[in-house]
């Protein structure tokens, strides 16, 4: 026999507006080209993003318009930097995980997760967002 309870209906959350392309614009952008545009939504600038990449600060605009894409090392980073923002937004607002990004961690043993980030790749960086989300450290 089946119950007739009815399941509670799923909780909503605002959705924000964003200037990044909506998921039916997204097919046509090339995956650098999304990537850089929903990481400079997220950073606030290209500038931002170029300085935390260390590539020339034209050169965020330039993948965002198709006209170049990142080199091999660089297009490791921006995937890395994506996954991490992605996940920092998850928990805080965007002001908020920047500032996590760039300070220090104790979870890191007091490095900052955007040098962690770009010396040993994203996965440490993950760990501490987890910590983070978990409550053991901040």
Do not use: C
């Not at 614009?25 to 650098?32: F, H, T």
């Not at 965020?60 to 996954?83: C, K, Y």
């Not at 995980?97 to 104790?106: C, F, R, T």
């Amino acid at each position: 026999m089946t119950s007739s309870a009815t399941l509670p209906k799923p909780k909503t959350s605002r959705v924000r507006k964003s200037s990044a392309p909506a998921l039916k614009d997204s097919a046509k952008l090339g995956n650098a080209q999304l990537r850089t545009k929903l990481l400079i939504d997220a950073l606030g600038s290209g500038a931002e993003l170029a300085r935390i990449l260390g590539v020339s600060s034209s050169q965020p605009s330039r993948w965002m318009n198709g006209i170049e894409t990142p080199g091999p090392e660089t297009g490791r980073a921006l995937v890395d930097l994506d996954h991490v923002m992605a996940r920092a937004l998850m928990l805080w607002k965007p002001k908020a995980a920047i500032e996590w990004l760039q300070g220090s961690n104790s979870y890191l043993d007091g490095a900052r997760p955007i040098d962690v980030l770009r010396t040993r790749g994203s996965s440490e960086v993950v760990d501490a967002l987890d910590a983070a989300q978990s409550g053991a450290f901040g």
